[in-house]
């Protein structure tokens, strides 16, 4: 690249349209989510579990600290280290790079999920008291929230050494508290070590469901057996995860990998917000028990079969469009060709809405609520959180389908007119 070239690029880049409010989200956001993960863990076990509850149910000091809380979360994240780095799996290839380079990624997650389960299950049969993890909650949180800082601040310094080429479009604006929050380094590794593929996927995600399952456990110890609430949102939220790992190669293409840097965003969203937020509904059970009819339960697994079967279908056959249009699952579909030389689906899935894998992942994250009944709102956060995270990233994606594709992206939004729900929204 010359250097007039390089000057455009980063010119621009320091240009670019801030997301998330600018600055002021940017100094906002770390503080209040973190307060937020707290918060949501406090009321959850609060007998009202209420969040417009005041005054609010404070934890006591020695409720937010437990010295074994630090080194079970960095013995959890060091031994997914371990288990991202073991030769088991195939190796595949990320999306191009703006230097021509593709990078390399294991695909050994599943495998990472299975013998996370194995331990846990010898550790069980052990007798370890995996119950605990409910009383350890908000110390983890603690600590998770901790580490999330103390990597992002490393991130951002590490950053100053990368070349302009490995630097996030939107992460590189010189505001300090901006780029540390979005990101500037897009793919930052420790020699093979991806960060942020191990980030989005590993730690979190299977720490999410080993806490689900502890609060099972704390179930079984305060009422000798597991609910069919507990068990449905136990096994819906597994499923979810085994579901991320199996199509772990898929994850090579979404937004968060190929286009935002990495930063305390998806930092704290990976190692700490999914892990205690995501599970607030288990976590609910334990203090407040739900009576589920057989009847109320065939229909929750119906709608959670229904989104997630929504959410596969869709998301598989982006994918494989993407990977090999000629292949025959796929050929036959109507498309619209774009300047680019790639083409869009305007059939099949994403010829129904824009985005038919919103709107399955959509509807599980409302059977996953249900089984908490409908007396109190927290269980409902999920539900409610990631409606707005959704309809959020679908105006990001679309900014960007529309500088990408320009006309044939304004062709398709009038052949698809409706985003996520259709002839609703
Ligand atoms: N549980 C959670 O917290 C979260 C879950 N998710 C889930 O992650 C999954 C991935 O979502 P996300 O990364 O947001 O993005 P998508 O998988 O929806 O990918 C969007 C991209 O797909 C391509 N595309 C869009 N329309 C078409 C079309 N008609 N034909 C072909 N390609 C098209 C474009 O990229 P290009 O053309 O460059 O290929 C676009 O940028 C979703 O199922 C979502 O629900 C997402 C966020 C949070
Ligand atoms: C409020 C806040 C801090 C937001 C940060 C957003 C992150 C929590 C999410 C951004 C995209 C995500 C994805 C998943 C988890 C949540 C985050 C990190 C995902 C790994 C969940 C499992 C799915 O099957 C998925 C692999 C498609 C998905 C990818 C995006």
């Known amino acids: 690249m010359s250097p007039n070239s390089q000057a455009a690029k980063h010119r621009s880049s320091r240009d670019t349209e801030r997301e998330f409010g600018g600055t002021l989200g940017a100094v906002c956001i770390p503080i209040l989510l973190p307060l937020t993960v707290l918060f949501l863990i406090c009321v959850s076990r609060s007998p009202e579990a209420s969040v417009f509850q005041w005054p609010p149910p404070l934890p006591s000091a020695d409720q937010l600290w437990d010295p074994l809380a630090p080194v079970l979360l960095v013995g959890w994240i060091?031994?997914?280290?371990?288990?991202?780095?073991?030769?088991?799996?195939?190796?595949?290839?990320?999306?191009v790079l703006r230097d021509g380079t593709r990078l390399k990624y294991p695909i050994n997650g599943f495998h990472g999920l299975c013998i996370s389960g194995v331990l846990l299950m010898l550790l069980l049969g052990l007798g370890a008291p995996l119950g605990n993890l409910f009383e350890l909650?908000?110390?983890?949180?603690?600590?998770?929230?901790?580490?999330?800082?103390?990597?992002?601040?490393?991130?951002?310094?590490?950053?100053?050494?990368?070349?302009?080429?490995?630097?996030?479009?939107?992460?590189?604006?010189?505001?300090?508290?901006?780029?540390?929050?979005?990101?500037?380094?897009?793919?930052?590794?420790i020699g093979d070590f991806d960060?942020?593929?191990?980030?989005?996927?590993?730690?979190?995600?299977?720490?999410?469901?080993?806490?689900n399952l502890g609060m099972l456990m704390k179930e079984v110890e305060l009422q000798g057996s597991p609910s069919l609430a507990m068990i449905l949102v136990n096994g819906f939220q597994l499923l979810y995860v085994a579901?991320?790992?199996?199509?772990?190669?898929?994850?090579?293409?979404?937004?968060?990998?190929?286009?935002d840097g990495f930063g305390f965003m998806l930092v704290f969203g990976?190692?700490?917000?999914?892990?205690?937020?995501?599970?607030?509904?288990?976590?609910?059970?334990?203090?407040?028990?739900?009576?589920?009819?057989?009847?109320?339960a065939a229909a929750i697994i119906t709608l959670n079969g229904i989104g997630y079967y929504i959410f596969r279908k869709s998301n598989s056959q982006k994918n494989q469009f993407r990977r090999d249009p000629s292949h025959p699952t796929v050929a036959r579909l109507e498309t619209i060709a774009t300047a680019t030389g790639k083409r869009l689906l305007v059939s099949g899935w994403w010829g129904l809405v824009r985005h038919p894998n919103y709107l399955g992942d959509l509807l599980m994250a409302l059977a996953w609520s249900l089984p908490c009944g409908f007396s109190h709102l927290l269980p409902y956060f999920y539900v409610t959180y990631f409606t707005v995270l959704l309809i959020h990233r679908e105006a990001r994606d679309e900014r960007q389908c529309r500088a990408k594709y320009g006309v044939a992206w304004d062709t398709y939004c009038r052949r698809v007119p409706y985003r996520i729900f259709p002839y609703i929204y």
């Open 243 to 259: 579901d991320a790992l199996w199509n772990e190669e898929a994850v090579l293409t979404t937004m968060d990998i190929v286009h």
């Open 137 to 189: 909650l908000l110390p983890l949180a603690m600590c998770a929230i901790a580490v999330s800082f103390l990597l992002s601040a490393y991130l951002y310094i590490r950053s100053f050494w990368a070349p302009s080429y490995a630097l996030a479009s939107g992460g590189n604006t010189g505001n300090p508290f901006y780029d540390f929050f979005i990101g500037r380094e897009l793919n930052p590794r």
């Open 270 to 296: 990976d190692l700490a917000w999914v892990p205690f937020t995501y599970g607030l509904q288990a976590a609910f059970l334990v203090v407040h028990p739900q009576t589920l009819s057989s009847f109320g």
């Open 195 to 211: 960060l942020k593929y191990f980030c989005e996927l590993r730690p979190g995600l299977i720490g999410w469901v080993v806490i």
């Open 78 to 95: 060091g031994l997914h280290a371990l288990l991202y780095l073991m030769p088991a799996g195939k190796v595949s290839e990320g999306l």
